[in-house]
């Protein structure tokens, strides 16, 4: 729960510490129905949302780069 409703997020974990590094709550009212990483060992981590939007993040930080 965030802001009183339901929210999306997606975490990155260190693997080392088995503790989250990174948790980002997603600020729109939609679920998160794909995910995806790619395209390449370096490339961006990719989630579709069951409204259509394609939200693309920096697997670094898990800052937003693009919104489709």
């Known amino acids: 729960m965030h802001d009183n409703k339901q929210r999306p997020f997606i ?3 260190n693997l ?3 503790q989250p590094d990174v948790i980002k709550i997603l600020r729109i009212e939609d679920k998160i129905s ?3 990483y790619g395209p390449y060992d370096n490339g961006y981590f990719i989630v579709g ?3 259509g939007q394609i939200l693309v ?3 670094l930080n898990l800052d937003r780069i693009h919104q489709v």
């Open 57 to 59: 993040f920096d697997v």
């Open 16 to 18: 080392e510490s088995k």
């Open 11 to 13: 975490v990155k974990i």
């Open 49 to 51: 949302m069951e409204g």
């Open 34 to 36: 794909e995910v995806a």
